[in-house]
């Protein structure tokens, strides 16, 4: 059984850098067949994947495109986490974070999300 | 708006069947294989079926999955009062290089 729990801010004031990590048990962030993802959710924009990271002989992060390199992800060896870093938060980055695993082609292990408000 | 277009509702009657379809296009669901996911209000989605027909262990067989060409279906039989929730379709996009998502499908059980 994988269990992932994100934490983190609830608030970031606008022009800030939202941060979260998502720490892992029951897997291995540095596993060869899975990767590490973080994906939102706002009434506005559904559900959005930002990226993700994962370990193949190297290690490898990729972002969303549509994030505009605002995006970084992470890993985190030592603590067995990986996190998520926004730049530049606007009240639109303003949502419900989940940090999920992908593993044979699934979206098969989610956190339990973390509700990040952008405001001053 | 989404990637992958779901309709905003569906609904049935209790023990009766209901479909969900998702769009998407040669990019993503031409490509690659679909996940369904439900969610109940303030839990996380919860994976359904992966490999555009596959259930996870403990996902029961009243949840079916199929694709052909650019577009997926879920089906649910034996509908039950507690299948009321949203449901999501979701792939891999080839194209913008990320996993994309439907609008999700608010489902009531009348």
């Known amino acids: 059984q994988v269990l992932l729990h994100q934490s983190g801010p609830g608030l970031v004031k606008p022009s800030q850098t939202l941060s979260l990590t998502c720490v892992i048990s029951g897997d291995s962030v540095s596993s060869d067949s899975a990767a590490w993802n973080w994906i939102r959710q706002s009434p506005s924009r559904g559900l959005e994947w930002l990226g993700r990271t994962y370990y193949r002989s190297k290690w490898y992060s990729e972002s969303a495109v549509s994030m505009k390199s605002r995006v970084s992800v992470k890993p985190d060896t030592p603590k067995n986490q990986f996190s998520l870093q926004v730049n530049s938060v606007t009240p639109e980055d303003t949502a419900v974070y989940y940090c999920?695993?992908?593993?044979?082609?699934?979206?098969?292990?989610w956190g339990q999300g973390i509700l990040v408000t952008v405001s001053s | 708006q989404s990637v992958l277009t779901q309709p905003p509702s569906a609904s049935g009657t209790p023990g009766r069947r209901v479909t969900i379809s998702c769009s998407g296009s040669?990019?993503?669901?031409?490509?690659?294989?679909v996940n369904w996911f439900r969610q109940f209000p303030g839990t996380a989605p919860k994976l359904l079926i992966y490999?555009?027909?596959q259930r996870p262990s403990g996902v029961p067989d009243r949840f079916s999955g199929s694709k052909s060409g650019t577009s997926a279906s879920l089906a649910i039989s034996g509908l039950q009062s507690e299948d009321e929730a949203d449901y999501y379709c979701a792939t891999w996009d080839g194209s913008l290089n990320g996993w994309v998502f439907g609008g999700g499908t608010k489902l009531t059980v009348l």
């Open positions: 490999r555009n027909s």
């Open positions: 999920a695993r992908t593993y044979d082609s699934s979206v098969d292990y």
């Open positions: 040669s990019s993503n669901i031409g490509r690659d294989s």
